[in-house]
């Protein structure tokens, strides 16, 4: 089995590419949910359903939409590319390609904001979702009945069952994450972040199994402050990740001293880090083996196996299917071999805790 440790719209793009090369029953993904939110009463969990349409393909045209949850699974793995037309918008890279707004439209006569865009077939996701939680079920179970009516067969897992919130630092004040990031477009300066509920969390069942069980464990391409640094302040991850017998590799997200899609170097940069691949490398160093960077940042390979990783060199920029699928075997085939233990130790966790872990605080 390989896990990977996700955010949204990279992981989602990234994932796309390692179901052509290994089978979706093998992948298990642990998701952000510090992005939820509460939007007209619906539990909303943007980066699992972003994960959920990057790998569900359309609906056969013979097949009505309402037996989606009886569908046969798509193939995918061993190279033969199951996703035909995926039902993400690519040019967004979030909610459903073709999807309309008349039910957004609705509410705003009623006076609600309507800044955050779910679309009509969107916004069904997450009416189940809420109906499932109400009754009874826990998010790991909503989350797993919803990825089976697309017809998948990965394994979701969102990082805790117990509500956590990114709030975001500025100066002026505290900010949800999604008021934050789509309501005021992150022009507000960052100046840290905030996990709420984080004291009361654990991961949620299965999420340290899967790690440990793992023969390769995945950081995707996405920001590590506030995709991946939520999942990684859950007590028992950081542990887990470096106790595992597998090798833990990481890919970059920073390109080139860039970020292709997000706010990951305005929030480096608010944190008076750089914005680099050395930087990824040095925020999870405690328990990485090996970092994944672009070709344009080779001058950097370097300074991060300074810090005892290794590294591979590579196209990460995913433009297409096919270069998805070639960055996921690169990736599968850096998860192979031994372990680096040298810099996995309780002492090197210490010391990032501040850093790597966005905030273990209370918001």
């Not at 991946?228 to 890919?251: C, D, F, K, N, Y």
Request: proline share 7%; hydrophobic share 40%.
């Amino acid at each position: 089995m390989i896990t990977v440790l996700s955010g949204g719209v990279g992981a989602g793009r990234f994932l796309q590419g390692l179901v052509q090369v290994a089978p979706q029953k093998d992948v298990a993904i642990v998701s952000n949910t510090g992005d939820d939110l509460e939007l007209f009463g619906l539990h909303v969990s943007p980066d699992i359903d972003i994960v959920i349409y990057h790998l569900a393909s359309e609906f056969p045209p013979d097949r009505p939409v309402n037996g989606a949850a009886s569908m046969p699974p798509p193939s995918g793995g061993g190279g033969k590319p199951f996703l035909q037309q995926p039902l993400v918008n690519e040019e967004t890279g979030w909610g459903l390609a073709g999807d309309t707004f008349h039910a957004l439209d609705a509410l705003a006569r009623f006076g609600h904001e309507t800044w955050f865009a779910l679309g009509d077939r969107d916004l069904a996701t997450s009416i189940h979702r809420t109906y499932l939680l109400r009754q009874g079920s826990t998010l790991s179970q909503a989350t797993a009945e919803i990825a089976r009516a697309f017809g998948l067969t990965v394994t979701i897992l969102p990082m805790s069952d117990e509500p956590v919130r990114t709030k975001v630092e500025t100066p002026d004040g505290l900010l949800d994450f999604q008021e934050y990031m789509v309501k005021r477009g992150a022009r507000d300066p960052f100046r840290g972040l905030k996990l709420a509920g984080i004291e009361d969390a654990k991961p949620a069942p299965d999420v340290i199994e899967a790690i440990m069980a793992s023969e390769g464990v995945i950081i995707a391409p996405s920001n590590p402050i506030v995709s991946i640094g939520p999942i990684l302040a859950l007590p028992g991850v950081r542990g887990a990740l470096r106790q595992t017998e597998a090798r833990v590799v990481a890919v970059s997200p920073i390109v080139g001293g860039a970020v292709l899609k997000g706010p990951a170097a305005k929030m480096l940069e608010g944190l008076r880090m750089e914005v680099s691949a050395w930087q990824v490398g040095w925020l999870y160093q405690d328990f990485l083996d090996c970092l994944v960077i672009d070709v344009a940042d080779a001058g950097d390979r370097a300074r991060i196996e300074a810090l005892g990783l290794d590294v591979v060199v590579a196209d990460t920029i995913m433009k297409g299917m096919e270069e998805k699928a070639a960055l996921a075997r690169r990736v599968l085939q850096a998860t192979r071999g031994s372990r680096i233990q040298a810099s996995h130790s309780e002492q090197n966790e210490e010391s990032q805790r501040g850093t790597a872990d966005p905030s273990p605080g209370s918001g």
